[in-house]
């Protein structure tokens, strides 16, 4: 009896400090290859790594899988290859499984949530500075900013995501677009009072207080708010950082007085640049009649920013704004988001749009002097002045972060310019459809019409 | 750790004096001393002797003695040790000898030695459900992956060869999918080391040919002794919280007592692909070109700026084709395999070295091969008196694995235009399709691994009941990845620049398991107590390195020649494991046996506050032919055991560190500064899973056992599973670590039949046959409507639900396929979440028979399955891409009543992912057939060889499937879904020579 009274008491005792140093038997360090979070927002070297990293994507993962497929999916470009998801885009029918679409989805949406984290991190901080905290939250912002001004332009209502809870955003519910407008001017009137005038580091490519104003003008256009629209374009081009405007052999390099804002590259060649420009044999993506029929005779912009090859009896006309398709270090080249051209098209037609003619023309001028071309000599009533400023996007922003498409859309031709050119085009392909690993786990998620 | 030790020697201890008293005091009368041996005089220690019919027994000791006192004056003694045929000898007149008692080996397969986790015991005594592969079994299949060979020999284990090609994987399910979307891969356990069946470099994933590189490829299948697969709860408990999916215990060769014996085994044969998919012929597939061009209102051109560009029905040959998968995959592939060992030894020492080379070339084009050598050693020592003894053994694996096409362009060649010119009219590389299998395939993968498995076991033995033992096992596996893409291998329109990846992995991992055993001798049980503990720890390291812009192709596989450096990814990965567990056995007189198990887990893949787990389980056996009341009333019954289990295990096969919030390397730099991105969404709560598994056996057996038939029904519940719970992207990742708030339950029944049918000096003849029926459902799922797989799972049906469009029929008169909207919706729109089927087979098995004559054996065995699954059909007809035989049933004329749409140009998205696209996979393979022929007496002895075996082996001979369906092969599956090629057929000859 006596005994299993022992025994009990060792065992009690034993299990006690067994189970006390089992617990640190298991223990293992955060992993060499990581920082834990708060780690990482603890410093300011770390943060930065981790501020840089947002504007990483976009040139590496999000516009390549996106502005060459638009730019296909409206009349700009065809594609030879026989990539079906590819062929999807050319044919404007792209299907719910389609990859490139579920990436760009995907891509634009890790963007937002590292700017979520982001911003919450950066709060909870302890030791940054306030200014750097000041700084990079309003980065943040912008790109939040720019990433769902693609995504509505793209998909209609999207579910819209401003912190990183799993359990709230797993089932989130579309949001009306408008909605998303309202956030997207919060977020660029944030960035716009809260980021200083100068660019961090080296190049135009960190946002500043003129990028946010210059997406701000082109929100306000699309919201048709044409007197904001107007001012915003107008600070930016009076600020004189990004005038005169290059010539349209430089409008594209690293250096460009004419960039707003820009993201960086690291060997000076664009991500899409592999794609874009053929170094031997057929281009996998060219223009079409459409396109090249847009430019009047003269056009230096037909000339210096679209290649022409000839291939046996067969002639392609492929990209050519970006000339570096691999390393080069002699004349860098960063992918251009924010450029002076479209802001001064921006304040004319904010300008036409309030009968101001002669100002819409004024800034018309400007790029068709640039482009080598005379004076608008048409009619100046409104109707003659926008058709001819939204001519003039066609011919300048082509094959830019598929411009032409939401063009088309905002002002409500896409279904007759499109209808008459591809027999493939339904009045449904106005809105590409909610990838279906979307719909698929998130029961709240509704498709898009026609598909 | 060390005070858990010590608390168990104590502990247990204690136990043993208080026995050891109780004994102490019994009177010596009549007392007979022996030693029991095998029948070369080895002792036996641990052989039960008793008097028959009365209530003395005793077990020998460590040197094979035994002292029985108490003795009748007359009667007779048994003498019984497992593995060895029970003894019956009188009592001898004379007490003063030794008596010596050679017992014989058994030949019955229900006494034969069965490997449980942390001991053994033998099938007849068993209480869990365990399947062994023996080595002879293994030997005679000519395989490089050893999990192939486990093919269809045991029930209610699913074996799939995910990929024919070296390397490859091999899926293994045991009792069914518990889990969604999470590792279903059972505990593999090498000599007493857990060894990962993940691929090595998995955290940095490179993608190849023959799908992620298996660890098991480092793994020579002739070093193996038996495979046992431990199934039912009562089997596995004692893994505890690592057991959910099933255990397989490898145990590796060892030597034995007596004369040195070398044994040297050549083999050579080739091997050629198992099928091939059914693609349609040039006349077929141009015919349904013109087909779609004419449907569309169309003219094809030959001007590739127009949209109705199709070069294959305006420039290329109409008259002169390729068969693209004869032409990829057509090659002979030759292999050569040598072993040889040499083993022996004494009484307190034994020993087993060997050696092996294995080469093979592949069915594909350009230049592939494997390789592979290694060694293996085993050495076991017991002193003098012993109390002590010591085994090392290991196996040091080295291979090299030479692939093309790590860009995986093989499904896009094998269904190029059959009219598709590999060059261009003045002899280059024609590119015109995007691909080409000329220079496809001067891409090169080529993994380098080098495996080194090794345990030391150290045992003490107190007393005669008790034994201290422990083990140390370290496993340390290294893969060194190089893939090189020249610029040859590129599409010179799009980013002909070369460049080359490097990676370097390694995963090591070390297991110290110190363990006490008790075993106590009454009267007419046995007791057998074992605890133990387990420490591991493992580290997995990685190094990926992405390099371009080589001066030169030729300098692709020097890192330092690369141009630039693209990106640097490393992993890092530390595991940690801590348990004790225990286990009960008490057996009463073989008749009534009941074990139970209990494991206390602790797991650092779990936040703080949910690292430790408890796990047990209760199995039984009732030997009711033992009986004696069944003895006279049914005595063609020769063994008959009910058993039954019921307990709970869990599973930790998740990623390390998820609970953890960081941020990594995103290996990308902007302003030339390094980036950090957030790794995961981490969770904190996530705890572990639960398994209850119920299992109720019936085991019979006829006529002296020459028929044994095991009937199983099994039902296990996995509640709380550990998944990588998918989640729409706008919540930044597709995953996240989860317990999935759902009951799947997996049921079915299992059938093991093996009969001696013929038995004679000469001539024998035995069958084995195998049949499993699974059924999986899932029983529950909390607010499934509200969650992420509200789509894709349904209350009551198959986790492994198959869904999609529903093809409601092809419009007669205008070719075009309608799908059935969403049930009860007013929408239009095509529904995709329609069940459409499972991919859990209905069935499956395997079918042997063994026949010898003399010094010939044959080998005959197949495997079957009855399964549905995906087929292969990417796009609906019409597109310049060839595609299986299945396309002509599409619709062509008005009046066509068939479900597969007209050709068109434009493609039926929907068509892919439709109810038509699923068919019957079933099938029934000639896994095996091997002939030998063994000759032990004659000439040979007289050259001093006492065994010399000649030999013929097929693997995979023959298929029986729906050879029109949609697949490159049924068992593989559908290549469109995961890159897969299909098993090998494989024949060699071989010569094995003992002396």
Known sequence: MKSKFHMQLILLLTSTIVLHSCKKMIEIPSPQNQLTTDEVFADSTTATSAMVNVYVQFNTSI????????SCY????????????????????????????LNFWQKSYFAIYSCNDLIEQLQKSPNLPALTIRQFTNEAKFLRAFSYFYLINTYGSVPLTLQTSVSANASAVQTDSAIVYKQIIQDLKDAQNGLPVNYIGTGRVRSNKYAATALLSRVYLWQMDWVNAEASASAVIGSGLYSPLPKTTDAFLANSLETIFSFWTQYGYIADGTNLIPSSGAPQ??????????????DLRLSNWISKKTIGINTFYSPYKYHNRSTNTASPEYLIALRAGEQYLIRAEARAQQDNYNGAIADLNVLRKRAGLGDYSGSTDKKSVLTAILHERQVELFTEWGNRFLDLKRNGALNIVMGGIKPTWKSTAILLPVPQYEISTNPNLKQNPGY | MKKTILFIVLATLCLNFKALAQLNTTPNVRQVQGKVTDEQGNPLPGATIKIKNGTVATSTDKEGKFVLSNLPLKGALTVSFVGFQTLETSIPINYSNEMIIRLKADANSLNEVQVIGYGTTTKRLNTGSISTISSADIEKQPVTNVLSAISGRASGVFVQQANGLPGGGVNIQIRGKGSILAGTNPLYVIDGVPFSSTPVTYDLSTSS??????????????????????????????????????????????GKAGKTKVDLNLSRGFNTIASYP????????????????????????????????????????????????????GSTGHVTNFQGSVSGGDKNTTFSIGGNYHSET??????????????????????????????????????????????????????LPPNFPLRTPVGDINWASGINPLGDSKAQSIVKTNNFVTNLVLK???SSDLTFSSSVGYNKINIDQTQTFPKSSQNPAYSPINSAIFNNSSNQSIIVEPQLNYKKQFKNSTLNLLTGGTFQSSLNQGLLINVSNFSNDALLNNISSAGSIDGINNSYLQYKYVSVFGRANYNINDKYIVNASIRRDGSSRFGPGNQFGTFGAVGAAWLFSKENWFKNMLPFISYGKLRGSYGIVGNDQIPDYQYLSTYSNSGQYYQDIAGLQPSRISNADFHWEVNKKLEAAIELGFFTDRILLTVNRYQSRSSNQLVSYAIPTITGFKSYQANLPAVVQNTGWEFELNTKNIQEKDFSWTTTFNITVPKNKLVSFQNLAGSSYANTLVIGEDITRVYGYRLTSVDPSTGNATYAPQPGSTSTSPYFYNTIGKTTPDFYGGFGNTFTYKHWQLDIFGQFVKQMARGDILYSPGIATNSYQYLLNRWQKPGDITNVPKASTNIDYNFAGSSVNYFDASYFRLKNVALSYTLTKGWASSLGIDQLKIYGQGQNLYTLWHKNNPFLDPESGAFGYSANLPPMRSIVLGVQITF
């Open chain 2, 362 to 415: 592949t069915v594909l084009i350009g230049d592939s091969y494997y390789q592979r050598g290694g060694l293996r050693y085993s050495l076991q020592h017991h002193s003098l008196n012993n109390k002590f003894s010591i085994s090392l053994s290991g196996t040091y694996t080295l291979d090299n694995n030479r692939l093309i096409d790590p860009a995986l362009s093989f499904q896009g060649d094998l269904f």
């Open chain 1, 63 to 70: 516009n390549s899988n996106y502005n060459k497929f638009l």
């Open chain 2, 278 to 329: 059914s693609v349609l012929n040039l006349q077929q597939y141009l015919q349904l070109r013109r087909e779609a061009f004419k449907n569309d209102g169309l003219t094809p051109s030959s001007d590739p700026t127009s949209s109705s560009y199709a070069p294959d029905l305006t420039i290329w040959s109409q008259t002169e084709s390729t068969n693209f998968p004869k032409y990829l995959l």
């Open chain 1, 285 to 298: 993506y060219f223009y079409t009649t459409t396109q090249l029929n847009a430019f009047e005779p003269g």
């Open chain 2, 460 to 462: 003490y033995n107190i």
């Open chain 1, 74 to 101: 409206s009349d700009e470009l065809s594609y030879g290859g026989i990539t079906q998801d590819n062929i999807q885009y050319k044919n404007s029918a792209v299907a719910p499984a389609n990859t490139a679409n």
């Open chain 2, 209 to 254: 040919l023959n799908g992620a590189v298996s660890p098991f490829n480092s793994i020579n299948p002739d070093d193996i002794e038996s495979i046992s697969i431990l199934k039912d709860v009562d089997a596995t408990a004692i893994y505890g919280s690592r057991g959910s999916n099933g255990v397989v215990l490898i145990t590796t060769k060892q």
